[in-house]
């Protein structure tokens, strides 16, 4: 009984502090070593998608003929109401990002890769300068997400690559 306890305090505090293994080991071979391109290379998600490269052994590198190059073609923010008060006005809202990369190997071959993140977000007009703040830091953590699951969607283009 005593081991169990331990063991759910050990993987409640692990799953808790946003822990993850992130050493790229999964990431292939041939993107260890790439370029990465951005129209606002200081944009939030730019500076997320270089931080995630670099947390996973990414080395960039300036553009060279035989070198991958990992583009962000797009990157767009929105928001739909999910809910009202009985005034009317709007209560809850789903933010949503929406990003398009791609990769381009050094043979010219290009895929496609997108991630899309959603959250919710209680917009509490009486509290204009809390709710601001709050919204900053749900798109930076938003920014970040969609960073990794374009990391996971690399990962995922070794078996495209090996059978085309």
């Known amino acids: 009984m005593f081991k169990k306890t331990i063991l759910a305090v050990v993987a409640l505090l ?7 293994f992130q050493n790229g ?12 391109e951005s129209r606002d290379p200081y944009s939030d998600m730019s500076m997320a ?26 990157v ?3 928001d739909q109401v999910a809910s009202v ?3 009317g006005r709007e209560a809850e809202k789903i933010l949503i990002l929406e990003v398009e990369a791609s990769i381009r190997l ?18 509490n007009s009486r509290a204009a300068l809390a709710k601001s703040a709050e919204k ?9 997400q969609a960073a990794r699951q374009l990391i ?13």
């Open 14 to 20: 692990l799953s808790a502090c946003g822990f993850q």
């Open 25 to 36: 080991a999964l990431i292939p071979q041939e993107l260890q070593t790439l370029t990465f």
């Open 49 to 74: 998608m270089r931080r995630q490269l670099q947390l996973n052994n990414v080395n960039l590198v300036e553009a060279k003929a035989d070198v991958p190059v990992l583009r962000l073609n797009k």
């Open 76 to 78: 767009a923010t929105s």
């Open 85 to 87: 008060f009985k005034q």
């Open 106 to 123: 050094p043979n010219q071959k290009t895929f496609p890769i997108t991630a899309k993140v959603n959250r919710t977000f209680f917009d």
């Open 136 to 144: 900053e830091v749900i798109m930076k953590d938003m920014n970040e």
């Open 152 to 164: 996971s969607k690399m990962v995922a283009l070794q078996y495209q690559t090996e059978h085309k």
